[in-house]
Structure formats: structure tokens, C-alpha cells
């Protein structure tokens, strides 16, 4: 017995054999993945310079002699910073001190001193020599800072001048 087909029937018959073997689910469905990598991160805002007080030549100004200054540090939440501050004229040795320098040509002599975090709650506020630092934790949020700058070391009078010393402050993280 011979058989044949028709085109058309046989078409259709291989048609609905290849439609039931790859029948796909519906909804067909994948997956993929959104990634975002969030940085840690810290800014300062510039503090305002600290000028201290005009006293005469000849007193002996000692610690009396202070200034203070205010700025915020953001930091991303849970990061630990540290702040150090180095100035230019700084005196190394045991113990370091940051000093101030006459602007008068010729003027070698120095006003010496140092920098205490005085802000609210701080639990560092020692005096902050040229090796020491502020640290703390970010929230996020700016945290206000307050620092003071004090005279120390001054038994000999000094030249009548303008004594200066430029600060740069680093903020690590």
C-alpha cells in the first residue's frame, strides 16, 4: 500500500509537531541586575581665618592670647575622617608647634602656637600640635567644628610686627 500525502496536510502536520515541541511559557520571562556603587566621600567648607587679638610688645600674653573659628565637615554615613592641619612655618622637633612669622624683612623671631577642638561634645580637645588631628565619623550630614588657636611658649617678647602663619587643613578618609 502506497501512501502520499498532500502538501498542504503534510505541511500542517509537521507545522503542529514543531509548535508542541517548542512551546514556550507565558509570560516568557529573564532576569537582569541594576548596580549602583555609592563612594564614600567628605567635604570641608573653608573656615574663616582666626585673627587674634593686637597685644603690646613688651606683656607677656601666654595662653590668654585665642581665636576661634568655625567649619563643616560632611562626610558620607559611617565613614571615619581625620582632619590634620599643617602650617607653613611649622617648627618640627619635640614637641612640634605651629608658629607665626613677622612679615617685617629681616624679623626672625616667632609667635608659637597651637590648635584645640573646642567644639561641643569633643572628646579630643587637647592641644592639637602639628602632628595631631580631629577625627570622627560622618553621618551625612555637616558636622560643625570649632577651632581654637592659642599662644604658647611666649617668654621672650617679639618685634613689633604682624605675625602670620598660613594653615592648610586636610581632610583624610
Keep these: 500500500m502506497k501512501r502520499f500525502c498532500l502538501p498542504i496536510f503534510c505541511g500542517t502536520i509537521l507545522s503542529l509537531s514543531a509548535q508542541a515541541a517548542f512551546a514556550a511559557s507565558d509570560p516568557a520571562t529573564a532576569s537582569f541586575t541594576v548596580t549602583i556603587t555609592i563612594l564614600k566621600q567628605c567635604t570641608v567648607t573653608t573656615p574663616a581665618n582666626i585673627v587674634l587679638p593686637s ?7 601666654g595662653a590668654t ?13 559611617g565613614t571615619g575622617y581625620t582632619i590634620s592641619f599643617a602650617g607653613q612655618d611649622d617648627l618640627a622637633g619635640t614637641p612640634s608647634t605651629h608658629q607665626m612669622k613677622g612679615a617685617a624683612t629681616g624679623n626672625t623671631d616667632v609667635v608659637q602656637y597651637n590648635l584645640f577642638d ?23 550630614a555637616a558636622q560643625s567644628k570649632t577651632l581654637q588657636a ?14 602670620t602663619d598660613t594653615v592648610t587643613m586636610s581632610v583624610t578618609y
Design 55 to 61: 597685644s603690646g610688645a613688651i606683656d607677656a600674653i
Design 150 to 163: 592659642k599662644v604658647i611658649n611666649y617668654t621672650t617678647p617679639v618685634t613689633p610686627d604682624t605675625y
Design 65 to 77: 592670647i585665642s581665636g576661634t573659628t568655625t567649619f563643616n565637615v560632611t562626610c558620607s554615613n
Design 118 to 140: 573646642t567644639t561641643t561634645g569633643a572628646t579630643n580637645t587637647t592641644a592639637l600640635s602639628t602632628t595631631s588631628v580631629i577625627t570622627g565619623t560622618g553621618t551625612g
